[in-house]
T-cell receptor, first 114, second 109 residues
């Protein structure tokens, strides 16, 4: 089975702190994604990466950055956390082999910024 | 028109009922289509892919209508365990995946 692991499940951070959310996948997928999910807004794409050291902005990149130094790891960084970044963050990787094009999610990281 | 649009519900149905969800998408060049299921405070999980000819998996049937740009999901003989939010997902023209906001289903005894 595909495994996408988000190491931090529940975090509480103060406004202005730097926050790192780590994500690791074990299936050698090239594509990885970071989403946030908020009530009534659905899943919104923050950043994605097609390969090592490559990154593309999603729909809401402001206030975030990412790092993809190794294929299996995709990190989301909040340089200076703000209260409006309180949310559930979902990492995902995608299997693009053949016709699958299936996306697999980690269990989510619940971030509260106070 | 929103890229992927779903009725948010909630759909409240009794056990054993048949329920259908529809989803419309705006990009006619979309090539891949999926239904995901998300339980409360959990991550979305793939329920089924949707193929042009339609496909069935047990009590679940998915259909695609390219001409009208909509996807449907039919659940027969609803179970209490089917209660969840169902997300319609469409593969964008740039290789990304676009998620609908989800339709909430609540199956009652």
């Amino acid at each position: 089975d595909v495994k996408v692991t988000q190491s931090s499940r529940y975090l509480v951070k103060r406004t202005g702190e730097k926050v790192f959310l780590e994500c690791v996948q074990d299936m050698d997928h090239e594509n990885m994604f970071w989403y946030r999910q908020d009530p009534g807004l659905g899943l919104r794409l923050i950043y994605f990466s097609y390969d090592v050291k490559m990154k593309e902005k999603g729909d809401i990149p402001e206030g975030y950055s990412v790092s993809r130094e190794k294929k299996e790891r995709f990190s989301l960084i909040l340089e200076s956390a703000s209260t409006n970044q309180t949310s559930m963050y979902l990492c995902a990787s995608r299997d693009t082999q053949g016709l699958k094009n299936t996306i697999y999610f980690g269990e989510g990281s619940w971030l509260t910024v106070v | 028109r929103k890229e992927v649009e779903q009725d948010p519900g909630p759909f409240n149905v009794p056990e054993g009922a048949t329920v259908a969800f529809n989803c419309t998408y705006s990009n006619s060049a979309s090539q891949s289509f999926f239904w995901y299921r998300q339980d409360c405070r959990k991550e979305p999980k793939l329920l089924m892919s949707v193929y042009s000819s339609g496909n069935e998996d047990g009590r679940f049937t998915a259909q695609l209508n390219r001409a009208s740009q909509y996807i449907s999901l039919l659940i027969r003989d609803s179970k209490l365990s089917d209660s969840a939010t169902y997300l319609c997902v469409v593969g964008g023209s740039q290789g990304n995946l676009i998620f609908g906001k989800g339709t909430k289903l609540s199956v009652k005894p």
